[in-house]
């Protein structure tokens, strides 16, 4: 039988137990589980960020993983812990938005909200839902348990701003969702969605504090050391980048910032 596999993406860093707490309770339910850490660097609260490493990795687990993602400002309130089902995998997590890039991705089929507290530890705090809640509904769900035993099925989700891609004429307004170490700027804006303004060998961007018109590449060396260049990066979102420079401090773009994409 294959073993379970259960990832986790949180903003808890690495220096305290919480994470070591998540992967106890999954381990006391479901002893074969196999734990994926994707990461857990996601900066404190930064839902955007979150989702795009959760996207960016989820992809390329076998069918059938079970994603955990932990970014949650608003853990205690009314804000609804729900399991998405999508034709590949199943993810676990606040309805904040942190879940959508990469359930949008692998096509919605269902989404319930996490309520039976039979599934749940028998102690549930106010602020760690990580450990109490999503920790062990993933430990039964990779044991068995069908996601129609966790609640109610949800027919909207939190579809937050970062998730779309607006079209205006022959222009798309998009946003920045994450910044790299290499300085490399993420955008939301997918292949199939750059076809809608028909982008050619050149295309013509502008930022918050910046503007300019840039080669469409392949690859990053496909201009000279210091030009900037777009392309379809590894996780098939529009990156805007410098050969072997920072293009976030060059255009002085951050994570959150709009980006419009011109057909030049």
């Known amino acids: 039988m294959t073993r379970p596999i ?4 949180t903003d808890f860093g690495l220096k305290d137990q919480y994470v070591a707490e998540m992967k106890a309770v999954i381990l006391r339910i479901c002893p074969e589980a196999t734990i994926v850490d994707i990461s857990h660097q996601v900066d404190k609260f930064n839902v955007k960020m979150g989702a795009f490493i959760l ?3 989820s992809a390329y687990f076998p069918k ?3 994603h955990v993602a932990i970014v949650d400002p608003e853990v205690g309130t009314k804000r609804r812990a729900v399991c998405i089902e999508t034709k590949h995998a199943r993810y676990l997590g606040p309805d904040n938005g942190l ?3 990469a359930a949008k991705a692998q096509g919605i089929m269902h989404a319930y909200e996490i309520k039976n507290k039979k599934l749940m530890l028998p102690k549930v705090s106010n602020t760690f839902h990580g450990r109490d809640i999503f920790s062990s509904v993933a430990a039964h769900l990779a044991n068995g348990s069908s996601p129609l035993a966790f609640g109610p099925e949800v027919d909207q989700l939190v579809i937050p701003e970062f998730a779309g891609v607006v079209k205006r004429k022959d222009m798309l307004i998009g946003e ?3 910044v790299d170490d290499f300085g490399n700027i ?3 804006i997918r292949e199939k969605e750059l076809g809608k303004v028909r982008v050619g060998k050149q295309v013509k961007l502008r930022f918050k504090e ?3 018109t840039m080669n469409f590449c392949m690859a990053y060396g496909g201009v000279e050391a210091g030009k900037p260049l777009a392309l379809v990066g590894s996780h098939n979102f529009l990156e805007i980048s410098i050969n072997q420079g920072n293009a976030s401090r060059v255009f002085k773009a951050k994570s959150g910032d709009k980006v419009t994409v011109y057909r030049s």
């Not at 259960?6 to 993406?9: A, R």
């Open 6 to 9: 259960i990832t986790l993406t």
């Open 55 to 57: 996207a960016a990795a």
């Open 64 to 66: 059938g993983t079970i």
């Open 99 to 101: 879940l959508i890039l």
């Open 176 to 178: 920045v969702i994450h």
């Open 186 to 188: 993420v955008t939301n």
């Open 210 to 212: 910046a503007e300019a």
